[in-house]
């Protein structure tokens, strides 16, 4: 199970979701509780190690600011929530960068076809929201076969039967693993992974 934790802002956060185990972790570059700047996400990417995934996450940026910003903190990946196009995914990978697109549940069939990008999320209708949703009809969407995050109000609790019932590649995580909006409970975050990485593939 690829495990993502998103809207790290601190770097003993960082570096309690890398002792955990976890795959990705996200700092958040867009409006947001959680927000960083790129200077603080550089900072933060010192504690990220090779085979760990940095991801710059964005929400309604153009996706060649997205790619910008996220150069200048030192990112390979960028997570584009919002309506996007083939051409997006175009300009990421053109910029040598990596994609993970974000698509909310409620979204057009077509939002969740294939159009090039490495890693599709699929999430709340708000994303960073902690709302959780009926995670079983995923299945529906037919994503065998494809790399994807399940994400939108998982927590240490629910992360193993939710992946299990929407038979999800990976999770992704933030308002789970937190004591307040933006501010990760290191305890939680490991508690996450731990659960995780526990659950059935
Ligand atoms: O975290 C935010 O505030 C945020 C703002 C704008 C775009 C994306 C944002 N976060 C994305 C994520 O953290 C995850 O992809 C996911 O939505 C986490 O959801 P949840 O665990 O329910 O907080």
Redesign the pocket.
């Known amino acids: 199970m690829f495990v993502?934790v998103?809207?790290l802002s601190t770097a003993e956060s960082v570096q309690a979701a890398v002792d955990a185990g976890a795959d990705a972790v996200?700092f958040?570059l867009?409006?947001?509780?959680?927000?960083v700047t790129p200077e603080q996400a550089r900072g933060l990417l010192a504690g990220v190690p090779d085979g760990v995934a940095a991801v710059g996450?964005?929400?309604h940026e153009p996706a060649a600011d997205a790619v910008a910003t996220a150069r200048a903190a030192g990112l390979e990946w960028v997570?584009l929530?919002g309506h996007r196009t083939a051409e997006d995914v175009t300009t990421v990978h053109d910029a040598g960068m990596r994609l993970i697109r974000?698509v909310t549940m409620g979204a057009a069939a077509e939002e969740f076809g294939d159009l090039g990008e490495e890693v599709l999320?699929i999430?709340?209708a708000v994303?960073?929201?902690?709302?959780?949703w009926d995670y079983a009809s995923v299945r529906a969407k037919g994503l065998g076969g494809r790399k994807w995050?399940l994400?939108?109000?998982?927590a240490p609790e629910n992360v193993a039967q939710a992946a299990e019932a929407a038979a999800a590649w990976g999770v992704?995580?933030?308002?789970?693993?937190e004591s307040s909006r933006g501010v990760k409970d290191l305890a939680l975050v490991r508690a996450f992974v731990n659960s995780a990485k526990a659950a059935k593939d």
């Open positions: 993502k998103c809207g996200g958040v867009t409006a947001s509780p959680r927000e996450v964005f929400r997570q929530h974000a999320l999430d709340a994303p960073g929201s902690g709302e959780s995050l994400a939108g109000g998982l992704d995580v933030s308002s789970g693993v």
